[in-house]
């Protein structure tokens, strides 16, 4: 029996969402890499499903490769269809998973571009907290950087899900996988302050749990976290190109600058791998050569004369 892509694809966005739970976005971010790959199909013959072999998932990432598609993202696309052709596999509807030998496209490890934390001090500093949103927007950049968190998580981020008393903040990440992050100080009292002049403006009643919101009482959308971040990296003379994940990437970076193991900032991240999180080990050179120098067994230089 023939598959219609549509079917299958409706099938596949269903499985996602009730059977792995993984979030809007992820799922949109599958469905989306299918529907490249039907695009790709379409124009080839108009092959369906069943007549998809090796050679042709090979082909349509060689298409992507050649539209200057980095490693990364091919890696990522890739992703998406293996797991689309292996719920195929799972439901009967194929006999043989086309997807199941292709080789991950190789990447290159582009390194993510991080703020030093004097860049980090003068973004913050250039908030002016007199201005009616103030002492929210700087406490959004403060947990941000105290926590590492991905603008989604900051967006949904709940009043009911702060421990300032024991210093943690419970996150709902992808997937909604739940995970402990602390935070710090300096970020529990920027949220605090901001928190006591939340309290005189009206809340919408599907906001009322939310911590961030906006003019309207509402929560805050991804887009406006983007510019206010945007509006103060300028403010602060930062050329750099950042975001929220800009902030995020900071965070690791530092920490693993000042000591931290890989296992501990993968926790705090929120990464399912480890490999995800090694790409935060992009060091300074000195740091390194002075790491070793004064860790390493053989490179230790001897006190004895």
């Known amino acids: 029996m023939v598959m219609k892509w549509d079917i299958a694809i409706k099938d596949f966005k269903k499985y996602l969402r009730l059977e792995l739970a993984l979030s809007e976005n992820t799922i949109d971010a599958y469905v989306h890499d299918v529907v490249k790959l039907r695009t790709f199909a379409e124009k080839k013959n108009n092959l ?34 293996k797991s689309f052709f292996l719920f195929l596999e799972m439901e009967n509807e194929l006999q043989n998973n086309p997807a199941e030998l292709v ?7 582009k390194l993510p571009d991080f703020l030093t934390v004097e860049e980090i001090n003068r973004l913050i500093s250039s908030i002016d907290l007199s201005e009616p949103l103030g002492h929210r927007n700087a406490a959004i950049i403060e947990i941000l950087y105290s926590c590492g968190l991905r603008v989604s998580e900051i967006v949904d981020l709940k009043i009911s899900n702060l421990y300032f008393t024991d210093e943690f903040v419970r996150i709902v990440g992808k997937g909604n996988k739940e995970r402990l992050v602390p935070i710090g100080e300096r970020a529990i009292k920027s949220l605090n302050l901001y928190l006591d002049r939340r309290k005189s403006i009206f ?9 961030f919101l906006n003019r309207s009482g509402k929560k805050l959308t991804r887009v406006a976290i983007f510019n206010l971040i945007k509006k103060y990296a300028k403010k602060a003379g930062i050329a750099k190109n950042i975001s929220p994940h800009t902030i995020r990437h900071s965070f690791a970076t530092h920490l693993i600058e000042n000591g931290a ?7 705090m991240l929120g990464h399912e791998s480890i490999l995800t999180t090694e790409i935060y080990t992009h060091l300074d050179q000195t740091f390194i050569r002075n790491a070793i120098l004064l860790y390493h067994p053989r490179a230790k230089r001897s006190n004895t004369h």
């Open 261 to 267: 193991d890989l296992r501990s900032v993968q926790q």
């Open 103 to 109: 080789e991950t496209p190789k990447t290159s490890r």
């Open 203 to 211: 809340v919408d009643k599907k906001a009322e749990d939310i911590v």
């Open 48 to 81: 369906n499903i069943n007549d998809i072999k090796e050679c042709h998932i090979q082909e349509f990432l060689a298409g992507l490769y050649d539209n200057n598609l980095d490693g990364r993202t091919q890696q990522r696309i890739l992703s998406g269809i």
